[in-house]
């Protein structure tokens, strides 16, 4: 049997009023490659921000390895340090250098030797092909190199769970692939990973699993192939044929 | 090219700024003309007045001059300007109050080590930079050894402190200790918990909502009578505990902007990686907010500099106060505008180092990381 990593279990959230997430479940096995899509708006990001507690949900049970999600600050520093997260907007560290950018939190959560640390932002640099950009600011490099920086910077603390929301959203179409194809190479490595995005080229290729939301419920959650070429609700019927056909 | 070619291409230079900037238009060179006239009248007349019709310590006659009516302008009405000499007279006052002069000294040295002791947080790119951080904190107990004495040194109460002493005294260690407790406090005005946040916003928003003046009288007058009987801090304390909090209130506000500016995803991104509250403010949100806060910090820097000298409606003689008492002297009276040139053109000279440090430091944080 293989190892459940994440259990999200009747999951509801509300910001004030408006209810975001409505009775989610979902469960998700070590190495499996997760990718969620849906309208903007329909709770897909909300849903993996609770995943590591960047949001709070107020009903039902998330766990993480095992450990579940509470306003106990030791549970959420123990998921954060074991899952990683991508940003849409990169969220670099503008003050910080590249390598000093991967290196920070290995040294300030793991505690790790300066040099050591540095020696682990090299490799995930080497890792994600711009290892003659570390020594530069963020504001230096492209969009497509911050998003590499940002996976690097994430990898560095040796994550079991990879969290993408909107990787390649705020990027220039030249610079998808490159950031694409290093997740395709973590895919290939084994890496447990939650992707929200619109990229269907990428999801074919890596999801063994693929989620459509709509106004705060899973409102389809099928293999590829099933989902893309037979999908079951009309809603995801009509989502598809618009993101596939513009 | 030959060297005289070189000249005129630069000559051509200044020649076309001067045409395009100043002589651009009929209008423009009517303007300019008046303005040359305006700015050589003013300025031959303040040159002349300070300096070159100027006594120093001797008089057109080249007597010592030890009273008023020694002063040149004083004995050939009309003729003479500025009579320096009672700074000259006074500048022991000017600089220590009515410090013991055999034990000034003391003060000399903590004058001069301030430079070293500030020096490793103003420039980050220094040799030994460590060291002088080091120095930084120890600083603050030398000082206050060196001029209030203890084992081995007469003590010299603060009553007997004065001049620039008081100013540098109140300004330098105002900003030291209200650096610190703006941080938190601007950081507590933005926390979740409800209490520590509406402290912060009372303290905050009280403190604003009141004039330094105020705080000065209410620290000296008011503070004994909440403080059991027989403590009786000093009158100094009791100001710069004053100018502190007002300080601290001024500039938690100036880093609340800063704070405000960072976007959430900043700290979100922080989080993600397991780093905690502390760690996020210390390494990820202060760096930055503190940046974007150094303007508005440095302005409150300056203007607490200057406020300062308010402490002299409480009995303190800062340098405001001691150049007062000086022309209150008969043997001097009636020197104004000598006293407070004087006294204006060291304010000036502490300021405008402030506000030039805040430029170069603008200029340096954008560099480095464009």
Not at chain 1, 11 to 39: A, M, S, T
Not at chain 1, 183 to 199: D, K, N, P, R
Request: charged share 20%; hydrophobic share 45%.
């Amino acid at each position: 049997m293989t190892e459940q990593v994440i259990q999200l279990e009747k999951v509801n959230k509300w910001y004030d009023d408006f209810h975001v997430l409505k009775d989610i479940d979902l469960f998700v096995e070590k190495g499996q490659r997760i990718v969620i899509c849906g309208p903007s708006g329909s709770g897909k990001s909300t849903m993996i921000r609770c995943i590591n507690r960047l949001e709070a949900h107020q009903e039902g049970k998330i766990v993480v390895h095992g450990t579940e999600l509470t306003n106990d600050l030791k549970n959420i520093d123990l998921i954060r340090k074991n899952v990683g997260m991508v940003f849409q907007q990169f969220n670099l560290f503008p003050h910080l250098s590249v390598l000093d950018n991967i290196a920070l939190a290995p040294i300030w959560v793991k505690k790790m030797p300066k040099k050591e640390a540095e020696e682990i932002a090299m490799s995930y640099l080497e890792k994600v092909k711009i290892p003659e950009q570390a020594e530069k600011f963020p504001g230096q490099l492209s969009g497509g190199q911050q998003q590499r920086v940002a996976i690097a910077r994430s990898l560095a603390m040796n994550p079991d769970i990879m969290l993408f929301d909107e990787p390649t959203s705020a990027l220039d179409p030249e610079m998808i692939k490159e950031v694409l194809d290093v997740m395709i190479q973590l895919a290939e490595e084994g890496m447990t990973m939650l992707v929200v995005t619109h990229e269907m080229g990428f999801a074919k290729t890596v999801a063994d699993q693929m989620i459509f939301m709509d106004e705060g419920r899973i409102v389809e959650q099928a293999k590829p192939d099933e989902f893309f070429n037979n999908p079951k609700s009309d809603r995801t019927k009509l989502f598809l044929s618009q993101i596939l056909n513009h | 090219m030959s060297s005289t070619a070189i000249q005129n291409i630069s000559h051509n230079k200044y020649y076309n700024w001067l045409i395009r900037n100043l002589f651009s238009s009929w209008v423009n060179t009517l303007l300019t003309i008046i303005a040359l006239i305006f700015i050589y009248q003013v300025g031959s007349f303040c040159l002349n007045w300070a300096i070159f019709a100027a006594d120093f310590r001797y008089n057109f006659q080249g007597e010592l001059i030890t009273d008023r009516g020694l002063c040149s302008k004083n004995i050939m009405p009309g003729e003479y300007g500025a009579c320096w000499a009672i700074i000259y007279a006074r500048w022991d006052q000017f600089m220590y109050g009515l410090y013991p002069i055999e034990e000034a000294w003391r003060v000399n040295l903590v004058y001069a080590l301030l430079p070293l002791a500030i020096i490793g947080i103003l420039f980050d790119k220094i040799p030994f930079r460590k060291y002088f951080i080091y120095f930084t904190f120890v600083y603050p107990f030398i000082a206050y050894f060196m001029l209030y004495g203890g084992p081995g040194l007469s003590v010299v109460g603060t009553n007997k402190w004065g001049g620039l002493l008081v100013t540098l005294f109140l300004g330098v260690t105002g900003i030291g200790l209200a650096f610190p407790l703006s941080i938190l406090l601007a950081l507590g005005r933005r926390s979740k918990m409800p209490i520590i946040k509406s402290l912060c916003v009372v303290f905050i928003e009280f403190i604003r909502g009141v004039p330094l003046i105020t705080l000065l009288f209410t620290a000296n007058v008011m503070l004994p009578l909440f403080l059991p009987d027989g403590v009786n801090p000093d009158n100094l304390l009791r100001a710069l505990v004053a100018v502190t909090l007002f300080q601290s209130a001024y500039m938690a506000e100036a880093i609340r902007g800063g704070l405000q500016a960072i976007p959430r995803g900043q700290v979100e991104a922080a989080q993600s990686l397991g780093l905690s509250y502390w760690q996020t403010t210390r390494k990820i949100v202060l760096p930055q907010a503190l940046k974007i806060a150094i303007p508005p910090i440095v302005n409150t820097c300056i203007g607490l500099f200057k406020d300062t000298s308010l402490v002299l409606i409480i009995g303190l003689f800062d340098l405001l106060g001691i150049g007062r008492a000086a022309l209150a002297d008969m043997t001097w009276t009636k020197l104004y505008y000598e006293v407070y040139v004087f006294i204006s053109l060291v304010f000036f000279i502490f300021c405008f180092g402030m506000s030039r440090y805040s430029l170069y430091l603008e200029k340096k944080l954008k560099t480095d990381n464009s």
